[in-house]
């Protein structure tokens, strides 16, 4: 269902059930942060479907540093030769 929030913009209204533990973590992170409980909500499920939207490299490819004994990539593309026909042409 489609509402007006304060904002005056339209939003859906859902209702959440948390477990105590999950609720009093919440309720504790909203009064650190000087936010409600609705806004840290909507900011984590944003967040969460933002990060299914743009698939993320996994930590192990963050990680790495490239390999020392590798050849420059520039020295690499001096040795090709361009295409005989351009395919796109």
């Not at 105590?20 to 936010?35: F, I, S, V």
Request: proline letters at 9%; charged letters at 25%; a neutral charge.
């Amino acid at each position: 269902m489609n509402v007006l929030c304060p904002l005056g913009v339209k939003a859906m209204h859902f209702n959440v059930y948390l477990d105590d533990e999950t609720g009093h973590r919440l309720n504790a992170l909203a009064q650190k942060a000087g936010e409600t409980r609705n806004s840290l909500i909507r900011r984590a499920v944003r967040d969460m479907l933002d990060g299914q939207a743009r698939p993320k490299w996994p930590e192990s490819v963050l990680r790495h540093q490239g390999f020392p004994d590798f050849p420059d990539l520039k020295s690499l593309r001096s040795e090709l030769t361009p295409p005989a026909d351009d395919p796109l042409a």
